[in-house]
C-alpha cells in the first residue's frame, strides 16, 4: 500500500519506530528494534537499571493516522499483558504517534504493566521537565508577578503576548528577537511567558515546554551544552538530561526555549565572539524548534553590529553584505512604553504587593489606610510621565514604600536622586555586568554620557559607536582594568540607562531622567570645568540649562551645603560677561538660584547683577513686571543711574526694557526716572556751555563726559503744552548698549508696539522730582523752553562694527576720535 510522499504504510511504520527507538538511545538506553519475543514480534525492545535490578520494556509503536481505537488496544493488552505475564517483559508501553482513544487508553493503563500514551507523551517522559515547570512556576508565584503584570505591546501596538503565541503556530517560523532600551520589562515578559506556557504543558503533554536560559546569570558558559547543563542541573528534579537528547526533542517541536539577556551575555565581548556565541544559541534553530532571545539595542554598538547580530548579515572586506553561514536571520521585535493607563493600573496592583512585602517580617500590622492614601498619591497626575517605563514604575512604588517619606515633601532632586541610584544598583547587580565598575563608576559614566548627548542637542546621527572614549576613561580613571577604548565603550553603555533608536541613535527614553543627570554633572564637575574667564564656553554652557535643568540644581543647592558653595562661584561668571548674546535660560536659571545667595552676594552690583536682582524679584527672566517685588526692585535700581558708567547703563536698558512693556509701573515710575536719568548739575552745566560758546556753535556731549546725558540726548524730545518728555524706549536701548554690551540672544527690539515704545511725562513733576532751588532750577529750565539752546546741545555720534558691538565695551574718548567717531550735523530728537 502506497501513501503520499513515496513511503508505503510498512516503511512509514518503521520509520516511526525508528524513531522512538533513537529517542531512547538519545536518553542512553540501549535500545533494540524488531526482536522476537516468545510468541511476539517487539517493535522496540530497551533496558533500564533501576535501584532494585533491571528492567525490560517493550515498545508498540503505532504510527496511525487517526486515533487510536479500543479494538488496537485490546489487541495490545492481549499480546503485551501475556508476555508481562509470563516474565518475558517487565513493562510494556503502548506508543501512538497521535491521540487514543480514552476508552482505549483506560482499558491499557488497567492491565498491570502497561501504559498507553501518544508520542509527545513520550517524548515529554524521556526528559523529565515537569519538575522544572513547577519550580518556574513555583519562582514566578512567589514573587507576585501573576498579580501586577501588566501585558506588554509592541511598538507598533500589538499584544506581545499574541504575538509570540501566533509564532509557536506557525510551521518554520524565523527565531524572535525582542530587542528594547532599558526598564521596558524585556526579563518580566519572559518570566510571565515561561510561567503561563509552564502550566499549560503540565496540563497537556502535547504542548511545548518552555526552557527559560538567563544568559545574564550564566555568563561564564559560552558553550550550548553548558548553558543548557547549567540550567537543568541548578533546577530541582530534572531527570534524564543529556544534549543529545534536548536536541532532538527540540528538533521535534518540544520546547520554546527563550534566552534572556543577551546583552548581559555580552560582556566583554568582541563583536566576532559575541556574534560566534549567538551562532551557538542557534544550534538548537533547526527543524519546529521554536527560540526566542531578549535583550537590550544598546548591545549593539553600531548597524553594523545589529546586521550581524539580528539579521544575520555580514560585510565582506570589498563591502558586499552576505547572509551569515550557519544560522538564520531574527524576525525582531520592539516594545513600547506603558500608556498612562497601563502605568496607572501597574502601580494600582503592584504597589500594595511591594508595600505589604516591606512590613512582612517586622513584626508590625499592615496599615491599609496608609496604603491606599500612598498609592492615591502615586496614581495623581504627578508621576504619569515618570511611570511610563515599567521599571521606573516599579523603581518609584518601591521609594513610596517608605512611610517616613512623604512623597510631597520630597524634592524632585531627591526623588530622582534615589531614583537613579536604584537603575544604576540594579544594573551593577546584573551577572553579565564586570564587578569592577561600580555603582559611583556607571553612575558617573551615566551622567557624563547624558550631558555628551545634552551638548549635541538636536543632532539625530549620534551612534554608541560615536560615545567620545575620554568619557569612558575619565569614569574609569580610579579603576585597574585591562579593556581598550573600544572594549571599554561597549562594557559601559551595556549596563547603561539610554536606549536606541531605529536609526541606531542613541537617547534617554525618560527625558526628565537625562536632565537630572545633566543637572548632577554640572554639579559634580563645577560647571563641567569652564572657568569665568572662557566667556564663549562660559555662555555655550548656559545655553545648556534649560528650566529642568536648573530646577534639579537649584534643589540641589537649597538641600545640600556642599552643592550650595559649588554653585555660588557660578555668579563669577557674569561679575565680567560683556556680551549681547547670552542664553536667557541660562540667566532664568541663575536668576532662580539668586535667593539662596542674596546675602553672599549683595555687594556685587556687577551690570547683570542689576538686571539678575529685577528677575529674581520678578520670579521670571522676563521684563514684563509680573510680581510687585519686581516693581520694587525696579524702583531700587534707580541708585545705579548715578553709579559708573557701565552700571548707568546696566540700569538704563533694564529701565526701557520694563518700560517697552505695557504695565502699570509705567505710570508709577515715569516722572521718577527720568528725574533720576537726568542729572541737575550735569544739565546746568550743558546749559551754560551751550550760552557761552554762541548762538552758531554746537555744545557736543561725549560719551565718556556724561554718559546718561549723552543717552538722553539721542532718546528723548522735548514736545507739547504742557511741555513733556517723551523717551524713544527702543532708542534708549541702543545707545545705553554702546557703553554696556549685554542683552539675550533672543532679543527682538524691533518687536516693541508703537503704543509702548514712548515713555511720556510732564516737565514740571519732573522739576518737583529734583527739588533743586528755584535759582538752580532757572539755570535748567532754558533746555526745556528754549528750543534754540536745546538744538545747540548735541550728542557726539558713536559707530561701531556689529562685531564691536558684540564683543566689546564702548570705546573710549581717544579711540573714539581716531577710529569711529563722526559729527552729526542734524536735528537730535530732543528738539
Known sequence: M??????????????????????????????ETETRENFKKVDVRWRREDLDGPLKYFVEAKDYEGTLGLAECREFVSDYGALIESNDADRAWLISKGPISPDGRALVDAKRGCKAMTFAEFQR?????????????????????????????????????RVVRTWIEEADALPIAIVAGYGKGKSTFARHLASVLAREALKEPSLRVPVLVPLGDIVDEQSLEGLLGKVFTTRPGVRGYNFGLFEKLSKAGRYVVIFDGFDEMKHGMTI????????????????????????????????????????????????????????????????????????????KSFFPVVAREAVRGSGKPVDEAWIASRLAELLSDAFDELLKRPVHAQMLCQIATDPSQSLTDLSKYRLFDRFVHFLIDREVNKRGRDPHFSLEVRRNFNRALAYWLWEQGGVSTVTLASVPAEICRQATSDVRHDYDDTALRKELTAGCLIEKGATGTIYFGHRSLQEFLVAEHLIATDFNGVSSEDKSAAVWTLALITPEVGSFIVEAANSASHVSEAVLMWFDILKDLRRRDVPRSGVRFLSELYPLFSESLARAHDPWFIWLRYFAANKAAEFAPKTSAAAEQLAASFRYLAGNREQQAAALMLFAEVFARQSDVRGKLATQFIAKWLDPGGLRDAVQTAREIGRNKPHYIPIDDNFPLWCFLH????????????????????????????????????????????????????????????????????????EKVRGRILPLEVVRTAREDLDKPAA??????????????????HL
Open 125 to 161: 517522559r524521556l526528559l523529565g521537565l515537569d519538575s522544572y515547570l513547577h519550580d518556574l512556576i513555583a519562582s514566578f508565584d512567589a514573587e507576585q508577578i501573576v498579580d501586577w503584570y501588566i501585558p506588554l505591546h509592541t511598538d507598533d501596538d500589538a499584544d506581545l503576548e
Open 2 to 31: 502506497s501513501i503520499p510522499g513515496g513511503q508505503n504504510t510498512i516503511e512509514k511504520g518503521n520509520a516511526f519506530r525508528d524513531l522512538v527507538a533513537s529517542m531512547l538511545e538519545s536518553a542512553s538506553f540501549i535500545a
Open 812 to 829: 573710549s574718548a581717544k579711540s573714539v576720535k581716531k577710529a569711529t567717531l563722526k559729527l552729526k550735523r542734524r536735528s537730535p530728537p
Open 715 to 786: 532718546a528723548a524730545k522735548v514736545e507739547g503744552n504742557p511741555l513733556r518728555v517723551t523717551i524713544d524706549l527702543v532708542e534708549l536701548r541702543k545707545r545705553a548698549g554702546f557703553a554696556m554690551p549685554m542683552g539675550f540672544a533672543d532679543e527682538q527690539d524691533e518687536n516693541v508696539p508703537e503704543d509702548a515704545r514712548y515713555l511720556s511725562a510732564q516737565v514740571q513733576p519732573i522739576y518737583r522730582s529734583w527739588g533743586v532751588r528755584e535759582s538752580e532750577l532757572d539755570k535748567i529750565r532754558p533746555f526745556f523752553t528754549d
Open 272 to 347: 566576532a565572539r559575541f556574534e560566534a556565541n549567538i551562532t551557538e544559541l542557534m544550534r538548537l534553530d533547526k527543524n519546529a524548534a521554536k527560540i526566542i532571545i531578549l535583550g537590550r539595542d544598546t548591545a549593539f554598538q553600531d548597524d553594523y553590529e545589529f546586521k550581524s547580530i539580528i539579521q544575520g548579515r555580514q560585510i565582506t572586506a570589498g563591502g558586499q553584505e552576505i547572509a551569515a553561514r550557519g544560522r538564520r536571520a531574527f524576525r525582531e521585535l520592539t516594545v513600547r512604553n506603558f500608556t498612562a493607563g497601563e502605568a496607572r493600573r501597574f502601580v
